[in-house]
């Protein structure tokens, strides 16, 4: 069968009752297009990356961050949690940034969150979901913070708002991270906000700006010597 396919769009005629076995037929389908399409490709991506991107997202299988860039492989460096959250005290968090900011030098630190998010939508139903209530705890406290401005809202304007707060938390959280500031300082690093809206596949930027004193204020606090 696989030598009748030509390109990535017959990958769907090969689905069958079990996915995984699909998945690495059409695996052998894309390898084969890239390679036609570029023959040089997989040698480069052998050498090493060098992405200007560390792409900080939720798990949910609906947000592919390099297709919704349109970026190829090694051209964003990607970290996923559930719900976005940004811990800082989160291990994985601190490494992936200490990774692409010290050693790939990455030129931008992207935090996303998407519109109908079950780690929002659990927030704001106060449904209890065992270890995930630990991860969730600094989006509760979000909505605690910003109750009264919440239950203003519609359900739906709600989640949005929400998920816009959890990513603007979060990138003042990354701010405040000492090799994020350092990089910010030495060498111009951006740390942008961004919503994914499910319903039309848009990246919206949320705003996450924040003046010249509390920017002297946070690296004077948080640069490390």
């Not at 689905?15 to 894309?30: G, H, V």
């Not at 816009?164 to 906000?193: C, M, S």
Request: aromatic share 4%.
């Amino acid at each position: 069968l696989l030598q009748h396919v030509k390109t990535s769009t017959d990958i769907s005629s090969l689905l069958t009752d079990d996915e995984f076995t699909a998945s690495l037929q059409a695996n052998k389908i894309w390898a084969s297009d890239i390679a036609a399409k570029d023959p040089e490709f997989f040698k480069n991506s052998a050498k090493g990356q060098s992405p200007d991107i560390l792409w900080i997202g939720c798990c949910d299988s609906r947000v592919p961050e390099t297709t919704v860039l349109n970026k190829k492989p090694g051209e964003v460096f990607v970290l996923r949690n559930i719900a976005n959250v940004i811990n800082p005290t989160d291990i994985a968090l601190l490494s992936a940034v200490e990774f692409s900011v010290k050693h790939l030098k990455i030129k931008h630190i992207v935090l996303c969150g998407h519109t109908s998010c079950g780690g929002v939508k659990a927030t704001l139903a106060n449904n209890k979901l065992d270890i995930l209530d630990v991860w969730l705890q600094p989006m509760r406290q979000i909505r605690e913070k910003h109750a009264d401005t919440l239950k203003t809202l519609s359900a739906e304007d709600r989640e949005d708002a929400l998920a816009k707060l959890n990513v603007q938390q979060g990138v003042d959280n990354l701010r405040r991270i000492p090799t994020v500031v350092d990089a910010i300082r030495d060498r111009g690093l951006k740390v942008h906000g961004l919503l994914y809206r499910l319903s039309n596949g848009h990246l919206e930027q949320i705003d996450t700006a924040e003046d010249e004193k509390a920017s002297e204020c946070r690296q004077c606090t948080f640069e490390l010597k």
